[in-house]
């Protein structure tokens, strides 16, 4: 199966991954979720723990990884029969595990396609659509976690702020005929009880979890941006003569 990492990307948010936390802690499951598309990315080749740690930072877009967590990670898939090492130090993806990882991939893709044709107008490219889809929901649900995941953790729908965060992104792919449809598509995606539908948003959710591990350890809270974007910050005197002093 031929992949890119766009799909990779879009898998990452869509796909849940079955790696039980009674077996693993919390952080290692979001870094070996990562691991495993980084492999399946590769086409299976072994890689050393330093390249899976760089093809993981440049497939979620940040900086770098730590070593020590990437490894840490492996040691939990390792256990789990779905990586292997080799004598010269570099990991290997399992050949059932790679078939696996690419079904997934393939049932992630059909149920996307289902979404979009329930929720949305035919009168849309299908692959604007799709690139489209993808980006809200890249956006919606990164920007906003902290709501997202409260709502969503008391039993509520997660909505919040469609039209604010939505609008943009149609006026980016140029949708603009087709706004309200969009943004009612959405929002009826948003509160579907619709099997597909509801598993998609607990995978987003999961995917939120896993994200804000993550960052919590490579940086600040990336996730919670939107919480202090264009805010008015007030520091004690103190503070600024503490930071001056750094400065100089």
């Known amino acids: ?6 799909q990779i990307r879009e898998a990452l948010l869509n796909a849940f991954l079955s790696l039980s936390p009674e077996t693993a802690h919390l952080r290692d499951i979001a870094y070996a979720k990562t691991i495993l598309w980084v492999f399946v990315i590769e086409d299976g080749r072994a890689l ?50 790679k078939e696996k990882l690419e079904r997934t991939l393939e049932y992630s893709e059909t149920v996307t396609t289902a979404i979009l044709d ?13 690139r489209w889809f993808n980006e809200v929901n890249k956006v919606y649900f990164s920007t906003q976690s902290h709501n ?4 969503y953790n008391n039993g509520e729908h997660p909505v919040h702020r469609v039209d604010e965060i939505v609008r943009p992104i149609i006026k980016q792919f140029g949708l603009e005929a087709y706004a309200q449809d969009l943004i009612e598509g ?9 099997r597909d539908d509801t598993d998609r948003i607990f995978k987003f959710m999961c995917s939120l979890l896993s994200a804000k591990i993550v960052s919590a350890e490579i ?30």
């Open 118 to 130: 329930r929720h949305f107008t035919q009168k849309i490219d299908r692959a604007v659509l799709r």
């Open 148 to 151: 997202l995941l409260s709502l």
């Open 48 to 97: 050393t723990v330093t390249e899976i740690a760089a093809k993981g930072a440049e497939l979620i877009q940040v900086e770098a990884l730590p070593v020590a967590s990437i490894q840490s990670a492996l040691e939990v898939l390792k256990g789990r029969r779905m990586v292997s090492p080799r004598a010269d130090g570099a990991w290997t993806l399992v050949p059932t595990e």
């Open 219 to 248: 940086s600040p809270d990336v996730l919670a941006l939107d919480r202090y974007r264009n805010a008015d910050v007030l520091l004690d005197t103190n503070v600024l003569f503490a930071m001056t002093a750094y400065k100089d």
């Open 1 to 6: 199966m031929e992949t890119n990492i766009d």
């Open 186 to 194: 959405y929002k009826d995606f948003l509160v579907s009880d619709n």
